[in-house]
């Protein structure tokens, strides 16, 4: 389902080798966080991953199938962006369905993924709402939803929590975990905060200037960080 390979994945902009030839494999189901300091490479990882961007060369495979020149719509991905990017015009249960309205979904099967999407991010008794009538909280939670119904073989997220307080972020953290438990669909969440990355993640991927500095799970990282750069991140004694 959501196993996505990165073969000598490689991405310039002009002159600029942001990302050079990385090797990574997500394996179905993981959840997989991306964590480093900013302009590392993280979101344009993401990007590529996504098809928001090309890869300058190398190899993208999802499920075993050759993903580098799809576009966006075709990898069976869905991403949540930090910003939201809701229709302010159109009520939650709208934006919920607009994805599958774009697909040509029949209109009882978007029913059916709209309410269970409700039920799973406690929307129920606000479809009918316009977003500016939501708090932050709830509004992450609809871009959450119309990724849900896409039933994607991984979820994308982007800091998505950059937006909220402190005290939303740790409620939102959990939410996503749970979510991340009950539908066991791969997940790829970029922070750069690493208390995100240590409490959500199976396993965290360690950038630095676009290159893999360490990947394990945060007990892992926590014992037995390669590096001073590791350890100052993972906040682990050195
Ligand atoms: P992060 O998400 O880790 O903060 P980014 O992936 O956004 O980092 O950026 C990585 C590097 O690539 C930065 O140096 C950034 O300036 C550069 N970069 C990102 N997008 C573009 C672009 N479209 N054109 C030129 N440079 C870019
Ligand atoms: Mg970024």
Same mark, same amino acid.
């Given at each position: 389902m959501g196993r996505i390979t990165l073969?000598?994945?490689r991405k310039t902009f002009g002159d600029v080798e942001v990302i050079p030839p990385l090797d990574l494999t997500i394996e179905d189901g993981e959840f997989v966080v991306f964590v480093g300091p900013s302009g590392c490479g993280k979101s344009t990882l993401l990007r590529l991953i996504a098809g928001l961007e090309d890869v300058t060369s190398g190899q993208i495979r999802i499920d075993r199938q050759? *993903?580098?020149d799809l576009p966006p719509a075709k990898r069976g991905l869905a991403m949540v962006f930090q910003s939201y990017a809701l229709y302010p015009h159109m009520s939650v249960r709208k934006n919920i369905a607009f994805p599958m309205k774009m697909a040509g979904l029949p209109q009882d099967e978007q029913d059916r993924r709209i309410e269970a999407a409700a039920k799973a991010l406690n929307l129920t008794d606000y479809l009918d709402r316009k977003p500016g009538q939501l708090s932050g909280g709830q509004r992450q939670r609809v871009a959450i939803g119309r990724a849900i119904v896409r039933e994607? *073989? *991984?979820f994308l997220f982007d800091e998505p929590l950059s937006n909220l307080d402190a005290a939303l972020r740790v409620g939102m953290r959990l939410e996503i975990s749970e979510l991340h438990k009950r539908l066991a669909t791969t997940m790829i969440y970029v922070t750069h905060d690493q208390v995100e990355a240590m409490t959500m993640a199976d396993k965290i991927v360690v950038l630095r *200037?676009?290159?893999?500095?360490?990947?394990?799970?945060p007990l892992e990282l926590y014992n037995r960080p390669r590096n001073v750069f590791v350890a100052g991140f993972i906040g682990s004694p050195k």
């Open positions: 073969d000598k994945v050759d *993903a580098t994607p *073989a *991984a *200037a676009g290159h893999i500095e360490q990947v394990g799970s």
